[in-house]
């Protein structure tokens, strides 16, 4: 992928994962509670699981826009194909 393209998709994706972490009470006002998350963390979990989420979210942004991204995916898809 080109740096041009892969750069600024990163960021972007970054930035969605920053917003996820910091505006936590909106996404639980869009989607509402997880059943799982308040089940398995407890009260507020569904808080925590959004903030892991943004977390993640920021982490594939950081992969995406450093090409680090390309190598994992190839290692999983070596790992499934046995090749």
Same mark, same amino acid.
């Given at each position: =992928?080109?740096?041009? *393209?892969?750069?600024?998709?990163?960021?972007?994706?970054?930035?969605?994962?920053?917003? =996820?972490?910091?505006?936590?009470? #909106?996404?639980?006002?869009?989607?509402?509670? #997880?059943?799982?998350?308040?089940? &398995?963390?407890?009260?507020?979990?569904?808080?925590?699981?959004? &903030?892991?989420?943004?977390?993640?979210?920021?982490?594939?942004?950081? *992969?995406?826009?450093?090409?680090?991204?390309?190598?994992?995916?190839?290692?999983?898809? &070596?790992?499934?194909?046995?090749?």
């Amino acid at each position: =992928m080109s740096p041009f *393209f892969r750069i600024p998709f990163g960021l972007i994706i970054m930035i969605i994962g920053f917003y =996820m972490v910091k505006k936590t009470d #909106v996404l639980l006002e869009w989607f509402g509670e #997880v059943p799982f998350a308040e089940a &398995k963390f407890g009260p507020g979990g569904t808080r925590f699981f959004y &903030k892991l989420l943004g977390v993640f979210v920021t982490f594939i942004g950081i *992969f995406i826009a450093t090409n680090v991204i390309s190598d994992v995916l190839t290692s999983i898809a &070596k790992l499934l194909t046995h090749t």
